[in-house]
């Protein structure tokens, strides 16, 4: 039998390298030395821009109080769930700890964990939401067969009536549709077994989505400015084409809606690749790598703050006609796909970003789990 002794062992910079955390290490005075993967994902650089700068150039306390302590770098620190701006633009809640390196004065180990990212990008999301739309998944039957009924004989009365009660048969048809979309969207919420996966073009599926939206709605969709910015060099990812153009549709509708009050309403639409995310996502529990961003982006009001960590949540909207089963559905489409959906505001630049990450659709199961473990 092989002993763990006779095996190679990776060295200390491999290690940290799969750490899904983001691990810093800070020189004296707080000045960032050294940092993984994980840690250039979080605050969107690369070492190279990040050694050298002093951690609070690029992470903002909410509370003094917090920098002090970490000054004090004989003294290990942990806090959970504290608020912080990334390199002075993003809010975020993280979890936080930070150690002395034995034997080696003034050095420390930061690691970071992004609280708020982990919420939005749906690890919390176990069995609320489901056992919440159980009920429209078992009643759906019940009900859509009156509905059916019901608009036939709208359907007949419009042929009976004059022409000034025909819109009130209109009224009743119109309405019976739209309670039948608000069940299926439940249905597709509820709904357990995910739409095959295939390799797909994303820039194919974003066009398609946009192309969609300005038929559907001629007058204010060339209103808002579009602007692509696709990185040709991405390979397919791995996902529903059908699924992918209708969280594309979801996510530009609601960017065209928010920035409409704009004077030059404006929509990004950019992809990229992204290196060092991974999410334990599969049934078997094996670590998936999501190098695929999609984000849009729109230069809207944003979101509520007060509903900011809500969003993702069904029947939670700030639209008075709306039914808040959109982004529900949009995260439930992601994550089908293996992927996962995070929403962010920039103040700064007065944009809200909602990111998609995807993985790639060249997959070995040996090379996957070899890769996500590297």
């Known amino acids: 039998m092989t002993t763990i002794s006779r095996l190679a062992v990776p060295d200390a910079g491999l290690q940290l390298a799969s750490l899904p955390l983001a691990v810093l290490l800070l020189a004296p005075r707080l000045r960032i030395a050294s940092a993984n993967p994980a840690a250039e994902q979080f605050f969107g650089q690369s070492v ?46 993280i979890d936080m700890s930070v150690a002395p390196i034995a034997d080696v004065a003034g050095w420390q180990m930061l690691t970071l964990h992004d609280h708020s990212a982990t919420e939005a990008l749906g690890e919390d999301s176990g069995g609320a939401d489901n056992a919440a739309l159980r009920g429209p998944e078992i009643l759906a039957h019940e009900i859509k067969n009156p509905l059916a009924g019901i608009r036939g004989a709208s359907q007949l009365l419009a042929r009976k009536v004059g022409k000034r009660d025909r819109p009130l048969t209109e009224l009743i048809t119109a309405e019976v549709d739209r309670i039948a979309l608000l069940i299926d969207q439940m249905q597709t919420l509820s709904r357990r077994t995910a739409a095959p996966v295939e390799p797909c073009n994303l820039h194919v599926a974003a066009r398609r989505a946009i192309a969609v939206l300005g038929a559907a709605d001629g007058r204010s969709a060339p209103r808002v400015e579009v602007i692509e910015e696709f990185d040709p060099s991405l390979p397919p990812v791995l996902g529903s084409p059908d699924g992918l153009v209708q969280v594309l549709i979801n996510l530009l509708s609601n960017a065209f809606e928010a920035c409409s009050g704009e004077k030059r309403p404006l929509v990004l639409v950019r992809t990229r690749f992204a290196s060092g995310l991974q999410l334990h996502t599969t049934d078997s529990g094996r670590p998936v790598r999501l190098p695929i961003e999609l984000r849009v982006s729109d230069n809207g009001p944003g979101v509520d703050p007060a509903m900011r960590e809500h969003i993702f949540e069904p029947f939670v909207t700030s639209k008075n006609s709306g039914q808040g089963l959109g982004l529900p559905l949009v995260r439930k489409l992601v994550r089908d796909m293996n992927g996962r959906i995070s929403h962010e505001r920039d103040d700064t630049r007065g944009l809200t970003h909602f990111r998609v990450h995807l993985p790639l659709a060249e997959r070995d199961d040996s090379v996957q789990d070899e890769g996500a473990a590297a």
């Not at 821009?49 to 002090?68: A, I, M, N, P, Q």
């Open 48 to 93: 190279r821009r990040l050694t050298g700068r002093k951690l609070t150039e690029v992470l903002v306390f909410g509370d003094s109080r917090f920098e002090e302590r970490i000054a004090d770098f004989e003294t290990p620190v942990s806090a959970r769930e504290i608020d912080v701006l990334v390199s002075g633009s993003f809010a975020r809640r």
